[in-house]
């Protein structure tokens, strides 16, 4: 690490690693220059699926800056079988919005799902 070793040709005290370490992980400024953490993927896996509207996929996306109509977050559903997407702008992540939404905009069109797949929230 540039800073630890910068730090140490000048200052010495125990435990400078350890403080130096802390102090880029909740500097700001470093963070925003040095851009998001990769997160651990998970394995891919296949999901059999044998018709359309069979099982689908959600998640929710945002928040983004608020509309005129006071959404700030897109709920994404798509089909498996299909790769039919559908985004529908929401004003919050609250369960009954999602699942007011899930009705008026999915299950009213194509049916119920037999199995609903999301990441709950991670």
Known sequence: MKTLSKTRE???WDRLRTDV????RECH?????????TRTKGRLQRYNVGAPFERMALDILGPFPVTTKGNRYVLVLMDYFTKWPEAIPIPDQEASTVA?????????CYGV??????????
């Open 10 to 12: 000048r200052f010495y």
């Open 21 to 24: 370490e802390n102090w880029c």
């Open 29 to 37: 400024a470093c963070g925003a220059r040095k851009g998001p953490k």
């Open 100 to 108: 007011e939404e899930l009705v008026r905009s999915w299950i009213s």
């Open 113 to 122: 799902p037999m199995i609903l797949h999301s990441d709950q929230g991670t």
